[in-house]
């Protein structure tokens, strides 16, 4: 599966995002999805997880009743509302897949796959 992360930019604190994640390739609705990001000079960090069906979501706390996770398979995109943005959010976002169909999977960075071009956000304070 291909994958390729859109939708970010600059934004002040306080303000919204919407990333996309566009899938191309295998059975995009069998499989859990996940974004995470990547600030200047720390490591890739898991962000958040929907699973194959959609009814099943987390997050890493930092994000929690801020982002929220979406997908729609009849369009193999997946999304992250970010509100409430803070500079701290600062960073590449990437979307990935776990590669083990019917899986939730986990937070790990090395278990996830299909890495595709992030997106820069980018939070002003």
């Known amino acids: 599966v291909q994958l390729q992360a859109s939708g970010g930019g600059l934004v002040q604190a306080g303000g919204s995002l919407r990333l996309s994640c566009a899938a191309s390739g295998r059975a995009f609705s069998s499989y859990t999805m996940g974004w995470f990001r990547q600030a200047p000079g720390k490591e890739r960090e898991f962000v958040a997880r929907i699973s194959w069906s959609g009814s099943t979501t987390y997050y890493t706390d930092s994000v929690k009743g801020r982002f929220t996770i979406s997908r729609d398979n009849a369009e193999n995109t997946v999304y992250l509302q970010m509100n409430s943005l803070e500079p701290e959010d600062t960073a590449v976002y990437y979307c990935?897949?776990?590669?083990?169909?019917?899986?939730?999977?986990?937070?790990?960075?090395?278990?996830?796959?299909?890495w595709g071009r992030g997106t820069q956000v980018t939070v002003s304070s």
């Open positions: 990935a897949v776990y590669p083990q169909p019917y899986k939730l999977g986990s937070r790990l960075t090395s278990d996830f796959g299909s």
